[in-house]
């Protein structure tokens, strides 16, 4: 046989030569019925199932660091100083967030990193600048329980 007769057998491409027997089929170990494993009535019972465990609130595990948490500035220049918002917040502080300065890529990156912190950590997130007369874009990241209102974070922002 020539090489390529013998590549196109040893890839499947050449004739088919079935004068060997299938040692498959004429396995005793399998019955002519067909696999046992789907039939039903030779299937052992099945042990009882245990009940399933239903989902219970439980209490935060992050314990507030102050009574009242303290509302702090942040006016990032790049995406580096995301730091300057994530560590306040991780901490149970509220953070303000003066974007003003940033490009919009950036900024939009930043809000996207301060969603993160929001969605990780239970807290929640106002745009300050929506509803006002301002050019500046400011957005304020709030911890879980804390006890602090928009007005107070507009006034901490200059807005009021």
Do not use: W
């Amino acid at each position: 046989m020539s090489f390529f007769g013998s590549a196109k057998e040893f890839f499947g491409l050449g004739p088919i030569e079935n004068n060997e027997d299938d040692a498959y089929f004429e396995d005793s170990r399998y019955p002519e019925s067909g696999s046992s494993a789907y039939d039903r009535a030779e299937r052992p019972s099945r042990i009882e199932r245990p009940e399933r465990v239903e989902r219970r609130e439980v209490p935060s595990s992050r314990p507030s660091y102050r009574a009242t948490p303290r509302i702090v500035n942040a006016a990032p220049r790049t995406y580096n100083d995301a730091k300057e918002i994530g560590e306040p917040f991780r901490d149970g502080d509220a953070v303000v967030m003066d974007l003003t300065d940033l490009d919009t890529a950036d900024a939009k990156r930043i809000v996207d990193f301060a969603a993160g912190l929001c969605f990780a950590l239970r807290g929640s997130m106002h745009n300050l600048s929506r509803g006002e007369e301002t050019t500046k874009r400011l957005f304020a990241i709030v911890p879980e329980h804390a006890n602090t209102d928009k007005e107070a974070l507009k006034r901490s922002a200059g807005l009021r």
